[in-house]
């Protein structure tokens, strides 16, 4: 058999693994695009929070409802600290996905040039074959064809 033949099944290993990363790093794409939405969500709340106690304040809001204000904007300015922790994490994350994915990809790329290189041997062998077995032929044919 010959040695391409032969490493095919380990690029079909090598090309499995390479699109299961590919698979675990978009999936994880779309995690870091939710975890991005949500972040700008809670800056969306913040501002607009920010924006309502200011305009109460001009429309007369008594003390409790502008400490009410007050509270939920600073748990709102927590969350968006959490999420930007969160966010961060992910990020870290991705690149971890994205480190594994490269590396599968380079593994499965070398194996390919050494396939593509076998081959290339291969039909230069073969060729050498044909090109040998031509020139018997010929000579044979140059044999029978004069007689002695």
């Known amino acids: 058999m010959l040695k391409s033949k032969r490493l095919q099944p380990v690029i079909k ?21 939710q975890q991005e939405a949500k972040l700008i969500e809670l800056r969306q709340y913040h501002a607009e929070y920010i924006q309502r106690l200011n305009d109460g304040g001009r429309n007369g809001l008594n003390i409790a409802q502008i400490n009410d204000y007050r ?13 930007e922790v969160q966010l961060a994490s992910c990020e870290v994350e991705l690149k971890v996905k994205y480190d594994a994915w490269l590396l599968t990809r380079v593994r499965h790329q070398a194996l390919d040039k050494v ?9 230069k062998e073969s060729e050498k074959r044909e090109q040998a077995e031509s020139d018997e032929r010929s000579q044979r044919m140059g044999r029978n064809h004069h007689p002695k």
Do not use: G, S
């Open 71 to 83: 509270n939920f904007i600073a748990r709102l300015a927590v969350a968006v600290e959490q999420q």
């Open 115 to 123: 396939v593509d290189r076998f081959q290339q041997q291969e039909h």
């Open 13 to 33: 290993i090598a090309q499995n693994r390479e699109d299961d990363a590919a698979l675990a790093l978009n999936e994880y794409r779309k995690v870091i695009d």
